[in-house]
Every structure is written in C-alpha cells, then in structure tokens.
C-alpha cells in the first residue's frame, strides 16, 4: 500500500514523514516544486520544526517521494488532504483550494481507495460538499471509495510529539469509511480514536479552537479591566488559576491559520439557519479580540505623548510583526494589523522582527529600525511597552 | 488570642471550625439563634457538609462558641466577617448586610484589631467603602485598626478540604494590615499567599468566577449550536478536551451564590465609568447562562407536542429546583426558574425533589408530584428528557 499526502506545508510534511517512518510508501504532493525538490535531497524546508531534520534526512526522496503532479499517485491506494484553507473577506470559508484538490484526485481515483481530509473546515463540508465533489469528477459512489476526516492538530515547533503522542480523532462519512480510514491511520497515530461520524470530527477540532478563542477573549477583557482597575493582571491570574480554573494569558488578538477562523465556521452557519442561535458568545470574543490592536495603540499613544516630543516624531518599535513567538507566519497577524494601525495614526513606526530581514519587511510597506533607535518599544509577544 | 468569625452560615462555620481545631479560642456570631444553640451543643446544622460534623461534636460549645451577640466578642483581637452577599434588582451589590455587620463590629473595635473580610466583593469594596464604614463609626483610623481581604474558596460539600489543601489569598487595605492579617491566618491556613492588596485579593475571586459563568456560556452556546447540526456534544466534548483543553458540561444556567454574581460586580463598575469598556463578554455570557432554561422549556414543549394529548394535559415533572444536585440552595436557581417558566406557558408541571418534602415545594407556589406520574420528566442536573 501507498499512501499520498496532498498538501506538504507545517502541517502536511510532518504527517508524510511520520507515515514513512512507520515503513509505508508515501507520495507528496506540493504545488511547491522547489520545496519538492528539497524535500527529496533530504532537506527540511520548515525552520520552526526542528525534529522534522531527522525524518525528512532518512526518508526523502526515499520512502518519502514529494512531487507536483497527481498522476505520480495515480498507484496509492489512500488519499489524505492537508492543505490550508482560508476565510474570505466576509469570514466565510474559502474553499477553493479543497475543489481543485478534489477534483485532482477524483481524477485518478480507483475502486477501494480510501480519502481522508486533514485541513479544518465547516462541520458536514466532508459529508457534504467533499463527498459530491468526488462522486460527480469520478463517476463513482461512495462505497465505491471511501471518505472520512481527521482534523490535523498540529502545532508548529511540536508537530512530530503532537502526531506521536496527542490524541487524534477520525470519523467516516459512513460506518465503513470510518473503519477502514481508523485501520489504515492505526499503523501510523499511535493515540487515535474512531469516532461515529466525520462531522463529529470536524466538530472536535473546531470547538477547541472555539475554547481557545473565547479564553483568550476572556484574559483580554479581564486585563482591560484590571488596567482600568490599577490592578495587576498577572499577579491577580497566578492565584486565580487552579485544577478548576485556567485563565489564559492576554494578547494582541488572536490570529493565525486556526484559532480565529474556527469560530467564524460555526457563526456563518448559524447566520444561514433562519432560527434565533447566532453563537453570539463566539461572535462576541472575535470582536474582543480583533479589538485588542485599538487597546495596545491607545496605550501605546498615551505613552508616546508624555514625552517632549510633538507626537509624529515619536519614534516607535514594534518588536514582532508574527502572529505568534517564533512562527514565520502573517497571517491574520494581529502584531502586523497592530503596526499599520499605528501608521493609520500617523505614527512614525518601524518594525524589528528577527524572523525578518530588514528587506523582508520593507516589502511589506513598512519601516524597518532597530529597538535602540526608539523613544518607544512594543514587544507584543509579551506586552511589554518600555520607553527610552 | 481570640478570633470572632461573623456568619456562621455555608461558608463559615467551616472556617470557624478550622480555626478552632487550630487551637484558637473562636467567638462565633450569627443572627440565626437556633443555630448558635445547635453549634454549643456539637451539632452540626449543614446537612450537605458530612465531614465538618467531627469538628463541630469536638469544639462546639467548647473552643468554638456561638452566639448572636456582638458584644460576646469584644474581647476578640481578630473579626473575620463571612456573610452572604446578594444583587439587588439591578444587578447591583446590595451592601446592606455588610454594612450592618461591620457597624456592629465598629462598635467593639479596639486598637491594633485585625478585621479580614472574606465575603466575595466587588474589587475596592475593603479599601474604600469598609474601611469608611469601620473608621466612621470607630473613631480609630486605619494603622490603629487593620484591614485586609481573604476570598473565602469554599465549595459546599468540600469546605474543609478546601480550607486545608486549596490555595488561598490574603492581601491588606496597606501594607501593614497585609502582614498581619497574613501572620494570622497562616496559623489556620497551610496554603496561604499574601498578594499586594486588598484589591488584588478581591478580584483573583471575583475572575475566578468569570472564569467559571463564561466557560459554562461557552459550553452551553456549543451545546445549543451541537444540537442544531445534529451532532452529540458530549461524544465531540470528550475529544476536544485535552490538557489544554477544558469545555465544561452545559446546564440549565448557572445558579447560586458566586457564579451568577461576580460577573455583574465588573460590569457594574465598567458601567459607572464613562469608557467604552463595557465587559461585552462578561455580559453575553450572563446573558446566555440566563437565557438556556428558554432553550429547555422550548424542548420539552416540542417533546410534549408529540405526545397525543392537548398541550396542556401533559403531565410534566421537573426533577430537581436548586441551584445545584445535593445542595438545598434556591438563591437565582436556574432550574426553579425553569418550573416558573413552564408555569407561565401553561404547562401542567410538577417537582419531584428529594431534598424538598411535599410540603416545602408546595410553600413555594409549585406543584408536588412524582416522576412515574409524568408523561415528560426532565432531569435538570444530568440535562435527561425523558417521556414515559
């Protein structure tokens, strides 16, 4: 048996290489054909993953075997879809990416194969949407091939622990799919637990990402109001927290590839059903946190114009455009929303990022200078606002 | 040294007996007269609160001695109040019974007393309002007398271990009164932390309860948007949760003394304040808690409708009004809203509750029935509807 990985970004190249280090065959496949070719020289092409050098040095361009083209796959018998997915500019999911992946492989599957959807979407789109995808473009049933999902929980810097030790939840479009993928996925999760239905996959991993996000818009409104308070945040969540209790820590927002979409799938489809439910919890804590740039630059601001300065000539750092510690990642940053923010203000912004070169940030239409030259720096990984 | 506890109710009379097993001489003063006999005479008057029995039957009457006089304690050199605290119908802390206690203790007070107040407040409670209260009518000063805040953690049921084992905060209007008020209780407390202020003391319980109202709002938010999509939440629920994880069980709301309550003791403040910080998640979350006994009352509605019988003949039984399962508590029950709820749509409802006799139930207005004679019961606490 062979089995195909579509999509070899942080989340899929872990996955193909833990599959191949359990001894199976497996076909990448990336748009990216530079990132194929190193990937077959045996090179890891994602710096914040550490414990991937090894893997990838013993297995690609090996049992490991990355390509750009589907008809390299045409002879695996699994098909497993692991690429991201994007909100559009009304939040709602953007699943162009999928279709064209699905109609690629609906172009080369065969009787008996099995297709497993990683990426995190909508509840019931594998049911739904997937499975008529892949029934028009291959002319076959389901129970001809079989479809299930097991949302990636993948977390940059831990992907290979993550796969090898976190819990991992699959769950068929029908009873057989649900088997079928849980044997295949048994050689290679170690932790892995079949559930009844692939929508009930798809809804574990979107409500973590629901509990993360309301926790962090939870620890930024009680921050805003400590600060309002005079109290000190920290010191009050160290002995607040408990067993029973897990006040998370405050932030710029959330951003990201997960976090702040997830809640954006469940809203969009309760807006669609004409019934009174709409998740205004989770509306609430998106708004709290995309606010979280407006209370950093007010601070920020007021910081700015206790100095004997006329505030445009206030020289001010932002120390990290990411939207996390660490991760080369711009996505729905809010550290990045918080730097053009402060532009819209009129501030004089610079940016120093060590994940960036200084031409890296120019190319995104920003200044770039160093913390040292600041009247005023922001770390926003760790809130730390300090004044020269 | 003797220490006077006030408020020998769920919360204190845990306490006051901790202290004396300490081998502290405790005055205990409660309005309540019967109980103060039944404490002299080892009796333990706290049904819900099994292991507090030992210590009562050991210092009852003899190192911890109950009365309802203020002057019985004058000779105390430490008052510890712990006194229930409600919202008025504003949502405002009614401060009536505090302000009534700490008169009385006012007018015993003598120099270099120590006064802790354990009673959840709203944050600043202890540095402004009763520290007012205290030198008014004392005539002494703050630095003659001292003040601080200890949030009581207790849970019924569990009080004494939680006096012995969980974390617990003590923090002084000043810095002296911190100290002092910290050199005490640590004879008492084995986990003690003394925080930087009175403040900070006030609100690590106050957030620890938004903690708790904004979880349950999540889950029951999850739970409601679960049911929609025909998905079972507790399935999904269990594979969501992991150590970083902790969606909590939804509910009929959330009831009770704390939960309900410290969430408005935020809101109110940032209501008083002219920002545009109006603690939107905090108030949603309140807003939903209160809102999931409409959602209950809507599914046994439909559950009845099914049955082949007018509406208003279906016998339904609800079975179970406190706030929570084992604990003869009816302060802002959700689930005795519930009953009222049902009433109002003119359904035929009757409460089975086995902590209740017939007659008490029906001292409240409501009906009194049996499970086996309802067509529909519904379990409040395990959210199990069934039909017979």
Redesign the interface.
Known sequence: MRVSVIGLGKAGLPLATVIADSGIHVTGIDIDMKRCDLINLGTNPINEEPKLQELIKKHGGKTLFATSKYEDAKDCGVFIVIVPLFLDENNNADLSVLRSVFNNIAGILKKGDIVVLETSVP??TTETVVRNWLEERSKMKLGEFYLANSPERIMTGFSISRLRE??K?IGGVDEESGRKAYDIYKLFIPNL?L??SA??AE???V??G???D??I??AN??F???N?????FF???E??N?KY???HVPSTGAGGHCIPLYPWF?IK??EK?D?N?N????R??R??NDEMIEFWVKKIIQEGKKLKKPFPKVKICVKGITFRKGVKELYRSRNLALVRLLSDKRADVFVYDELFTKKEVQKLGLKWGKPEDADISFDPFNLILSVS
């Open positions: 509840p019931m976190f819990p939840v637990h559930v009844s929508k009930v809804y574990i991993k409500i973590e629901c509990y993360r309301s926790n818009a939870l409104e009680l805003k109001i400590s309002e308070l005079g109290i000190n010191e009050a969540r002995w607040a408990h209790c897990d006040i469940l489809e309760m059903r019934g439910l998740a205004k919890l989770l609430t804590s708004e709290i």
